[in-house]
């Protein structure tokens, strides 16, 4: 499929500088692109492949100005990344727009209601009084429990596991092999030294817009429901435990784990490999670094944390420069035990 410049700059509000009607099939960086290619350059480390790249449109900001002459058709807007963003968005949305159809061999149960337009890939399996929306996309190998609700424009991908009683909104994408409304981690010890499983009678609601990446687990609630807001994006490999509240437009990067019933702001941005203990919460706008370990609530909105146990980002960074400097320090506070010890003895004095 063929854009030309004139089509792509009507998308995303753009001003040409060169040919608008050459035109490109495919998307590529723009140091690998060819004159087919639509490339974009928003970092300033890769301007010099702007002069060199064989591009046949590159999508740069506005603000940019040229060293030298490039040999493609430039697209100005004011900002490229988001600019090329929705281009390959709205590219994908049309390759997706040809998966319709109920391949052969599904099991639907006969209470489950199937919406307009559906894809449903072979070896789904659609359980009792499940609801499906229209426009929906379901990717082989996918189970839906009994009573689940997928809204509107949802894309599950192959080898999703959504237990009963799950409810996902509109416009929501999970990605292969999460897990979503699995048993929470719930045990009561006995006295002899066992453990009891404490029924998990919750589940769990994605709302509006979320998107959950490859190998994730989110846990259904002991009791009412764990709860991803509107808008929230996460990552591939984290954990979910059961009755958290993740708040809207919030982002949890990969390898992650949030215990149970710990209630996360919106806007709140956590890096890769950390951990945040139960029972805690965290304000809007905080940003927590990656590997970092929260153990206690965090009340002030806008707080940046890092370390083990996580602590305030500026006193951190002080903290490492004053262990760089320990061994001068230590050259130091010697020195200056020399000449105490001299001056108490009488053989220095302090000029």
Known sequence: MQF?????????NGHIEGSPSV???GFA?????????????SNPKYEEFLYTTEAGIVIINESLELKNPVKGTLIRV??????????????QKMQATKLVGIQEPVFIHPTASIGKDVYIGAFAYIGENA?????????????????????QRTTIHAGVKIYHDCILGNDVTVHAGTVIGSDGFGFAPQQDGTYSK??????VVIEDLVEIGANACIDRATMGSTLIKKGTKLDNLLQIAHNVEVGENSVIAAQSGISGSTKIGSRVVIGG???????VTIADGTRINGQSGVSKSITAPNTVLTG????????AMRSQAVLRNLPELEKRILELERLLDALTKGKASIS
Request: glycine share 8%; charged share 15%; net charge negative.
């Open 4 to 12: 030309s410049a004139q089509q792509i700059s009507a998308l995303i």
């Open 23 to 25: 035109s490109v099939g």
């Open 29 to 41: 960086k723009i140091e690998e692109a060819t004159s087919s290619d639509l490339a974009f350059l």
């Open 78 to 91: 004011k900002d490229a990344y988001s600019a090329f963003a929705l281009l390959m968005d709205y590219y």
């Open 131 to 151: 609801t499906i929306s229209d426009l929906v996309k379901i990717h082989p190998h996918t189970f839906i429990g009994d009573n689940v609700k997928v809204g």
């Open 198 to 203: 404490v029924p998990q009678l919750g589940n």
């Open 273 to 279: 490999q950390a951990g945040v203990v139960g029972h």
């Open 308 to 315: 083990t146990p996580a602590y305030n980002y500026n006193a």
